[in-house]
T-cell receptor, first 114, second 115 residues
Framework: ETGVTQSPTHLIKTRGQQVTLRCSSQ?????VSWYQQALGQGPQFIFQ???????GRGNFPPRFSGLQFPNYSSELNVNALELDDSALYLC?????????????FGPGTRLLVL | AQSVTQPDIHITVSEGASLELRCNYS??????LFWYVQSPGQGLQLLLK??????LVQGIKGFEAEFKRSQSSFNLRKPSVHWSDAAEYFC?????????????FGQGTILTVHP
């Protein structure tokens, strides 16, 4: 069974640019959540996708957007990058959107904005 | 405001010693509670979770946690620490209901294990 995978592993962008991060969910999972982890902090919830629909959003501006595809893989897009967007971006998949379902995390994409 | 607090940023223990990591939450009702561990190159891994029932929860790698409603706490324990337990530990909360999969993480506790 393949776990959650993310690409790329590392990325360097400049302020104002746009970035797309990708996540492949674990086999059989229909729910994907995205988190931002700044250095020295715990991850913060960005949003969740359930069966291709956004199913909840944290306190992130609209320049953070996402997509989930029919195979339940997902993308996180960030427009107009700011220096504070530098962080580890984590994707997690689960078999359902319920609160008690275990979320399985990928290794993350480390984004550096210069 | 809803929050989850881990009072200890960094804890150092000797190998073989017992361990307790503290966690307090502030929510209107009993939330769903989790402990995750994050190791370099390993990603975030679930140790255990609590929803209801027995307040002492067993997890993987010999960890356990106890839910105490009166203290709004969910502390993680291990009787004998191994060097491989060195990592960062997060107490995590889900408020339930329409929160669905929104996990709220504490600040984390970094565990260092001395030989």
């Amino acid at each position: 069974e393949t776990g959650v995978t993310q690409s790329p592993t590392h990325l360097i962008k400049t302020r104002g640019q746009q970035v797309t991060l990708r996540c492949s969910s674990q086999s059989g999972h229909n729910t994907v959540s995205w988190y931002q982890q700044a250095l020295g902090q715990g991850p913060q919830f960005i949003f969740q996708y359930y069966r291709e629909e956004e199913n909840g959003r944290g306190n992130f501006p609209p320049r953070f957007s996402g997509l989930q595809f029919p195979n339940y893989s997902s993308e996180l897009n960030v427009n107009a990058l700011e220096l504070d967007d530098s962080a580890l971006y984590l994707c997690a998949s689960s078999s359902d959107r319920s609160s008690y379902e275990t979320q399985y995390f990928g290794p993350g994409t480390r984004l550096l904005v210069l | 405001a809803q929050s989850v607090t881990q009072p200890d940023i960094h804890i150092t223990v000797s190998e073989g010693a017992s361990l307790e990591l503290r966690c307090n939450y502030s929510y209107g009702a009993t939330p769903y509670l989790f402990w995750y561990v994050q190791s370099p190159g390993q990603g975030l891994q679930l140790l255990l979770k609590y929803f209801s029932g027995d307040t002492l929860v067993q997890g993987i790698k010999g960890f356990e946690a106890e839910f105490k409603r009166s203290q709004s706490s969910f502390n993680l324990r291990k009787p004998s620490v191994h060097w491989s337990d060195a990592a960062e530990y997060f107490c995590v909360v889900n408020a339930g209901g329409t929160s669905y999969g929104k996990l709220t993480f504490g600040q984390g506790t970094i565990l260092t294990v001395h030989p």
